[in-house]
């Protein structure tokens, strides 16, 4: 069964970047599209975008100036960063696998809070 | 984007009840539409996919339908463990959306 894994600082000062990994164990980082999803805290559900082993990525229009999506096969990664960060940036941040057709999150990290406070 | 409106934001219902949620789309999504379960503290699960299709391993008292526009998630018989909150999710087009969810809780 594969797994994956968030790591990353749980602290941000405003107006700095974000930076997470998402670690994929069990099975290869190949073949699927690679999600980062956030929730602020008790509040719903938002995709931030996604990325293909291949490197092809797909973001969410409103933070497309601010995010970067990367991927490394050889070690069955993929990251996220999020550049000038504010308070409203602040939620648990799960990565997810996606499907192919029919599309759909099958697979989780457990998430990882991030808070931006100075 | 495809705005998800769920409905109702919560729900009162007793072990062994039967409930309905439902979820419309702004615009149609044909059976692009997937519901998840969510435990607090933990990460969403997949329920039920394209619309329909059970996922392996899910409780087959939930049970899914709809197309277009309106789509309902139902739980006969509820067990203690369905106390949750549930979230529709479109994958008819990027950006991906989710429902603001539906807190299902004891009465």
């Known amino acids: 069964q594969e797994q994956l894994q968030e790591s990353g600082p749980g602290l941000v000062k405003p107006s700095e970047t974000l930076s997470l990994t998402c670690t994929v164990s069990?099975?290869?980082?190949?073949?699927?599209?690679w999600n980062w999803i956030r929730q602020p805290p008790g509040k719903g559900l938002e995709w931030i975008g996604y990325?293909?082993?291949?490197?092809?990525?797909k973001y969410k229009p409103s933070l497309t100036s601010r995010i970067t999506m990367s991927v490394d096969t050889s070690k069955n990664q993929f990251s996220l960063r999020l550049s000038s960060v504010t308070a409203a940036d602040t939620a648990v941040y799960y990565c997810?696998?996606?499907?192919?057709?029919?599309?759909?999150?099958?697979?989780w990290g457990q998430g990882t809070l991030v808070t931006v406070s100075s | 984007d495809i705005q998800m409106t769920q409905s109702p934001s919560s729900l009162s219902a007793s072990v062994g009840d039967r409930v309905t949620i439902t979820c419309r789309a702004s615009?149609?999504?044909?059976?692009?539409l997937n519901w998840y379960q969510q435990k607090p503290g933990k990460a969403p699960k997949v329920l039920l996919y394209?619309?329909?299709t059970l996922q392996s391993g899910v409780p087959s008292r939930f049970s899914a339908s709809g197309s277009g526009t309106d789509f309902t998630l139902t739980i006969n018989s509820l067990q203690p463990e369905d106390f949750a909150t549930y979230y529709c999710?479109?994958?008819?087009?990027?950006?991906?959306?989710f429902g603001q969810g539906t807190r299902l809780e004891i009465e």
């Open positions: 990325i293909y082993y291949s490197g092809r990525t």
């Open positions: 997810a696998r996606k499907t192919g057709n029919p599309y759909y999150f099958d697979s």
């Open positions: 394209a619309a329909s």
């Open positions: 999710q479109q994958s008819s087009n990027t950006p991906l959306t």
């Open positions: 615009q149609s999504i044909s059976t692009y």
């Open positions: 069990g099975g290869s980082i190949s073949g699927y599209s």
